[in-house]
């Protein structure tokens, strides 16, 4: 199944398959190593939602819910 | 032995944030640069020295960074230096307890710089969490020397050194390297030199881990955390503050004595002018500082901070900020230079200089005696802490709802993205880093009240004893009695501009129309106290938070923004949002 970021569940898995939020937050990401083929878990999120912690590749990032919108995994 | 074959080396100290850059440069030059575990710590470069047998070390300390292109003002400064190429030998330094993601920055610069040095640091971390690192195959798979280190408990560091000498010493060549993508191939090495065990021992802290930013108990938890500090804080220097008033006054006695024989206004000016701003500032500023400052590091060195800075983003994006603004709020808390400095970490512009304008908003260490005496007017000892606590949280509203009005005004920008790193806890290093705050600051507050209270001290007494001060007072009061306080009190506000530390100071020595601070240190208070009503109180209080920014500041913000429009925007922006609020405050109270 494949959904966007923003809906994975807290404690799922998935694997990234695409990125395609704007080029300065695209080259963010990859500075962290998130790119098509990362696996990436929800870790936790704020009370009203709009930020989510990811755990991949041994880190914890925490980015806005909204941004997640634009990328898309494999569960 | 002197020898006139001293080498001298430059190195460059690169690497992702929060990977103990820091940590390892102090132990290496013997310097206390500030560490804490939360990433964008260090802002500006620090460049330390280290002399071992016929070799000069110059360290330098970048900014971390997670990519060569980075695009925070921190970022630019360290990934500059690295291309630039100045140093010797480029150390790039990893987080053994997550290779896979320190190693895309090491492969970028392995890609541009020659004579670079791999340092895996905390591998005592890695070791527990079950990972063992390969140094010699990662050293293979890089092409370029590895040494493992754990910089907190001075290991390895040796070594490092040695290959750090071998390498400066070669020629800089750029080897081919053939991967294209470095984090394809990051993931490749990791995966041939980092085997895992399994480990329960993490479970424990992943639990606690989420207590603390889980979604009901987290703003709670941290609401409470930070009244428990301004607490312990106000409680605690009670005591040791009263203690220090008593021995600073009978040292007073006994200098009076001692200096009898001089004439009258010298003896004012070195004793009641010099001697007693000079103690009086110490014994007020000095015991809050040393029970903040620690409790404040620890929070900082087990990784609370950048939780709080999840915790905060959804509040600071309503108002056209983000989570990074309040870790320089927090900054802020110890001393607002700092905290403007900190905003570097920011990465959109427009939102670094709201951070920048608004950061003086927040009670920095040296108003809090002020709020504490006046709080105390409310309610008895303790009672104070939590008017303290309200004041900090009016500051922190006001900095929200000037950014908010900002970011929909000249400010005006696309909202923007929020990216974090959130480090896994660390036990904090309690003996180390407690006494180095605790040293640190004592000296800092002791420097501060020599280089800055002194001259204040006497050129107050000279004010004082030719009536100047009292005329000027009378002059001010018509402003200050609209905006409900007096002109003792403005005046005291304005002769507070090189420190925040002076205003108390200022309005006992003018009130009592004295020569003399020394003799109303006890007596002063309550007469400060009951001179005052409440309503001039609470807006005494609301001006210490909203005022204009101490001088020091203001040259913060000067050589961070380079305009003198913003930093008169900085002066007046806070001073605006105080006689707004205490004028209304007059009307309403």
Known sequence: MEITLDRLGLGKQGTVMSVDTDAPLKRRLGAFGMVPGTSVACRYRTPGGSVTALEFRGTVVALRTRDLKKIRVRC | ?589
Not at chain 2, 89 to 117: F, H, K
Request: with cysteine; charged share 15%; aromatic share 8%.
């Open chain 2, 1 to 589: 032995m002197a020898s006139a074959s001293v080498r001298q080396i430059t190195v460059a100290l690169a690497g992702n944030p929060n990977v103990g850059k820091s940590t390892l440069f102090n132990r290496l030059t013997g310097l206390h640069q500030h560490t804490g575990n939360w990433p964008g710590k260090t802002v500006g470069v620090a460049v330390g020295q280290l002399r071992r047998q016929n070799v000069q070390y110059r360290f330098v300390d970048l900014p971390g960074t997670y990519s060569l292109e980075g695009t925070s003002e921190d970022e630019c400064i360290a990934g500059e230096y690295i291309t630039q190429e100045t140093a010797d030998c480029t150390v790039v330094v990893c987080d053994g307890s997550c290779l896979e993601r320190s190693l895309i920055l090491a492969l970028q610069v392995l890609q541009r710089c020659g004579n670079v040095v791999v340092c895996v640091n905390l591998v005592d971390e890695a070791q527990r969490h079950g990972l063992q690192i390969d140094a010699y195959r990662l050293s293979q798979m890089l092409d370029t020397p590895v040494v493992l280190t754990a910089a907190g408990r001075g290991e390895g560091l040796k070594e490092l050194l040695d290959q750090i000498d071998q390498t400066a010493q070669q020629m800089p060549i750029l080897k081919k390297h053939a991967w294209d993508d470095p984090v394809a191939e990051a993931e490749r090495i990791t995966f041939a030199c980092v085997t895992r065990e399994s480990t329960d021992r993490e479970s424990f802290r992943r639990k606690v881990d989420r207590l603390l930013v889980s979604r009901r108990f987290g703003v709670p938890l941290m609401l409470l955390l930070l009244l428990g500090i301004v607490w312990l804080t106000v409680w605690g220097a009670n005591y040791p503050s009263m203690l220090l008033e008593a021995v600073f006054d009978t040292g007073y006695t006994r200098l009076s004595a001692l200096l009898s024989g001089l004439p009258w206004w010298l003896h004012g000016v070195l004793l009641d002018g010099l001697y007693a701003t000079c103690t009086r500032v110490i014994a007020v500023m000095l015991p809050p500082m040393a029970i903040f400052f620690p409790l404040f590091t620890i929070l900082e060195d087990v990784g609370y901070l950048p939780r709080m800075a999840f915790l905060l983003d959804p509040a600071m994006a309503h108002c056209g900020g983000c989570g990074k603004q309040a870790l320089t709020l927090c900054m802020g808390l110890g001393c607002n230079a700092v905290g403007v400095m900190g905003c570097r970490i920011i990465d959109s512009p427009r939102e670094r200089l709201s951070a920048i304008l608004t950061n003086a908003m927040v009670p920095c260490n040296g108003r809090f005696p002020t709020l504490i005496l006046l709080g105390s007017l409310f309610f008895p000892e303790a009672g104070a802490a939590f008017v303290v606590a309200a004041c900090v949280a009016l500051g922190v509203v006001g900095v929200m709802v000037v950014s908010g009005v900002l970011s929909k005004t000249v400010l005006r920008s696309e909202p923007s993205t929020f990216i974090m790193e959130i480090p896994p806890f660390r036990r904090p290093r309690l003996g180390q880093i407690l006494v180095r705050s605790l040293l640190d600051r004592t000296l800092f507050v002791a420097g501060r009240a020599l280089t800055v209270a002194a001259p204040a001290g006497i050129v107050l007494w000279v004010l004082a004893n030719t009536s100047f001060l009292s005329r000027l007072a009378a002059f001010l009061e018509p402003l200050g009695v609209l905006l409900g306080m007096n002109g003792i009190i403005l005046l005291a506000f304005i002769f507070s501009l090189p420190a925040n530390e002076l205003l108390i100071p200022v309005i006992l020595m003018t009130m009592t129309q004295a020569q003399s601070l020394q003799s109303v240190s006890g007596v002063g208070q309550t007469l400060l106290l009951s001179s005052l009503t409440w309503q001039m109180a609470v807006c005494t209080m609301v001006f210490t938070l909203f005022h204009w920014p101490c001088s020091t500041t203001l040259m913060t913000v000067y050589r961070e923004t380079k305009s003198l429009k913003k930093t008169a925007a900085a002066f007046l922006l806070p001073t605006a949002v105080g006689c707004i609020v205490c004028m209304l405050l007059n009307l309403l109270l």
